[in-house]
Nanobody, 127 residues
């Protein structure tokens, strides 16, 4: 089992940057594929980005491709999301999630396919 704690959210102006971090407990972090999801007010939770166990494979939602970068440090049990050129429509609660024992080809994960979740961190982008 793994526990996930997000940090780094806050208020930023459009065009600015934020870096989210997710720290995982447990000694098996490197065995999990990791992902970030987000949920805007009144909307469903949506996939943002994911990264494979070895960090060799990443995937991004079209809405963030070219602006966001996901990375991980297995030695520190952390996964990060660097968000640049932020837009008001990026405003949401951002969640870190882990998927155990994944050996598939597609990293465009769904909410129901994740095994563990953090409690989220709020990102607000003002216009």
């Amino acid at each position: 089992q793994v526990q996930l704690v997000e940090s780094g959210g806050g208020l930023v102006q459009a065009g600015g940057s934020l870096r989210l971090s997710c720290e995982a407990s447990g000694r098996t972090f490197s065995s999990y594929a990791m992902a970030w999801f987000r949920q805007a007010p009144g909307k469903e939770r949506e996939f943002v980005a994911s990264i494979s166990r070895s960090a060799l494979i990443t995937a991004y939602a079209d809405s963030v491709k070219g602006r966001f970068t996901i990375s991980r440090d297995n030695a520190k049990s952390t996964v990060n999301l660097q968000m640049n050129s932020l837009k008001p429509e990026d405003t949401a609660v951002y969640y870190c999630a882990a998927k155990a024992k994944y050996y598939g080809d597609s990293y465009y994960f769904t909410e129901g396919g994740m095994d563990y979740w953090g409690k989220g961190t709020l990102v607000t982008v003002s216009s």
